[in-house]
């Protein structure tokens, strides 16, 4: 239950993952709610991963591009990834 396919017959293993996709996986397979609020301005509460967002920032998993900005629709990094896996 941490990830589906990208349609119903195609998981496209190979296909580059956002920053966005990387910590709702993480929060599918550890996370729970918190209530903090979200700290950065490109992530909406209404945004399907802002609970994955807030849970990994709350944690200490994940950080933002920048002070403000969390890039959810940015490109994740091997490094960037291994520094959220390295945080739970």
């Given at each position: 239950?941490?990830?589906?396919?990208?349609?119903?017959t195609?998981?496209?293993?190979?296909?580059?993952?956002?920053r966005?996709?990387?910590?709702?996986?993480?929060?599918?397979?550890?996370?729970?709610?918190?209530?903090?609020?979200?700290?950065?301005?490109?992530v909406?509460?209404?945004?399907?991963?802002?609970?994955?967002?807030?849970?990994a920032?709350?944690?200490?998993?994940t950080?933002?591009v920048?002070?403000?900005?969390?890039?959810?629709?940015?490109?994740?990094?091997?490094?960037?990834?291994?520094?959220?896996?390295?945080?739970?």
């Amino acid at each position: 239950g941490i990830t589906a396919g990208v349609d119903p017959t195609h998981f496209a293993p190979d296909r580059t993952i956002c920053r966005a996709e990387a910590v709702a996986f993480l929060y599918a397979a550890k996370g729970t709610a918190v209530e903090d609020a979200c700290p950065f301005s490109d992530v909406a509460e209404t945004d399907w991963f802002c609970n994955a967002v807030r849970w990994a920032f709350a944690k200490g998993i994940t950080a933002g591009v920048d002070e403000t900005h969390f890039g959810p629709a940015e490109r994740c990094t091997r490094a960037q990834l291994v520094t959220m896996l390295y945080g739970l």
